[in-house]
């Protein structure tokens, strides 16, 4: 990650702390003003996990949030507890795009219309706060706390979405939605132990799309992409969940085979290979044309680090590239060779 970006990554995080410690605190600050017969509520759901008059146990919840900032709606059932405790309400549920995220209280049923509150927008759409007023209902005071409170949730939901935006950039290639480089390797060292570990095959697949320059001088970046994502497309119909595909620079691609030798690696890239070759890839309106790749394959030897598989891989995919391209070479035909 870039200076940029690891410092963009740490203010968000310091921006979702601090949002959330605010709820906290003011939740607590607000608890012994509450008189006893406000207290008691019919929970259905789930009892509230933080002990009345004890801010740590809030704190508890905020950090137990905050550990999983990367996905917004882990935060979407501390913002409703803090909320609904804040206010007095006798309930609570939160809906995105329609549908119901999480509840707490008495929720339902007949009595007095709940308070909406908005709390910005996602990917799923407009998400949204319901708050069931106590039964003298909600005065001027306490919908202002609420207001107040739910834009200070939206600031930190709008914090945490961008998060998991700068993660998710962290670890994937924007133009194909493969994942990049780094995580690439990071997953060959962790798959590496792991075959170790359990004395299992693993097998690593390169590939390289033929001739692609001349794409790039033809149709431009444009044209280049369009095949780019093509071919990303096509990788990943042909792999298995647990395999790791990724884009490790240019027009080059990197397939990590857990628990396959290399005779089940080089199948796998050929039924690549033939499926390429079967398509056409449509650049604009009036062009389309045909791709090629060629393939090296290596699997994992004893003592090899993941430096050294991969030298073997690329090694096999320059004797493809040298042999005349649009072909497989593992890397036990170099050593046969």
């Given at each position: 990650?870039?200076?940029?970006?690891?410092?963009?990554?740490?203010?968000?995080?310091?921006?979702?702390?601090a949002t959330?410690?605010?709820?906290?605190?003011?939740?607590?600050?607000?608890?012994g003003r509450r008189t006893p017969s406000e207290r008691p509520r019919s929970d259905?759901?789930?009892?509230?996990?933080?002990?009345?008059?004890?801010?740590?146990?809030?704190?508890?919840?905020?950090?137990?949030?905050?550990?999983?900032?990367?996905?917004?709606?882990?935060?979407?059932?501390?913002?409703?507890?803090?909320?609904?405790?804040?206010?007095?309400a006798r309930g609570g549920q939160i809906f995105a795009g329609g549908e119901e995220?999480?509840?707490?209280?008495?929720?339902g049923g007949g009595g007095r219309k709940p308070l909406s509150l908005g709390l910005g927008f996602s990917t799923d759409g407009e998400t949204t706060l319901?708050?069931?007023?106590?039964?003298?209902?909600?005065?001027?005071?306490t919908r202002t706390l609420a207001e107040w409170l739910a834009s200070q949730a939206a600031v930190a939901l709008d914090n945490a979405r961008l998060h998991d935006i700068v993660q998710r950039q962290a670890i994937t290639d924007d133009l194909t939605g493969l994942v990049n480089r780094r995580r690439?390797?990071?997953?060959?060292?962790?798959?590496?132990?792991?075959?170790?570990?359990?004395?299992?095959?693993?097998?690593?697949?390169?590939?390289d799309l033929d001739n692609f320059k001349q794409v790039n001088d033809e149709f431009g970046h444009h044209g280049g992409d369009i095949v780019l994502r093509a071919f990303a497309d096509l990788i990943r119909s042909h792999v298995r969940d647990v395999d790791v595909s990724g884009r490790i620079g240019g027009e080059e691609f990197a397939i990590l085979l857990p628990e396959t030798d290399r005779a089940g690696a080089a199948r796998v890239a050929e039924r690549m290979?033939?499926?390429?070759?079967?398509i056409s890839i449509s650049i604009s309106e009036d062009h389309s044309i045909r791709a090629a790749s060629s393939f090296g394959v290596a699997e994992l030897e004893p003592e090899q680090s993941g430096d050294d598989l991969l030298r073997a891989a690329d090694a096999a995919l320059y004797r493809a590239k040298d042999e005349g391209?649009?072909?497989?070479?593992?890397?036990?035909?170099?050593a046969g060779a």
């Open positions: 990650m870039t200076l940029v970006g690891t410092v963009r990554w740490t203010f968000l995080v310091f921006a979702v702390a959330l410690v605010t709820l906290a605190l003011l939740l607590w600050s607000l608890r259905r759901r789930r009892p509230s996990s933080a002990e009345h008059g004890d801010p740590r146990e809030a704190l508890a919840l905020v950090g137990d949030a905050l550990a999983a900032t990367h996905n917004p709606r882990v935060l979407l059932p501390v913002i409703l507890e803090v909320i609904t405790e804040a206010t007095g995220v999480t509840w707490i209280g008495e929720v319901l708050l069931v007023p106590p039964e003298d209902g909600f005065d001027k005071d690439f390797i990071e997953a060959l060292d962790a798959e590496i132990e792991r075959a170790r570990s359990f004395g299992s095959a693993l097998t690593i697949v390169l590939a290979r033939r499926s390429l070759n079967a391209k649009n072909r497989v070479v593992t890397a036990t035909e170099l």
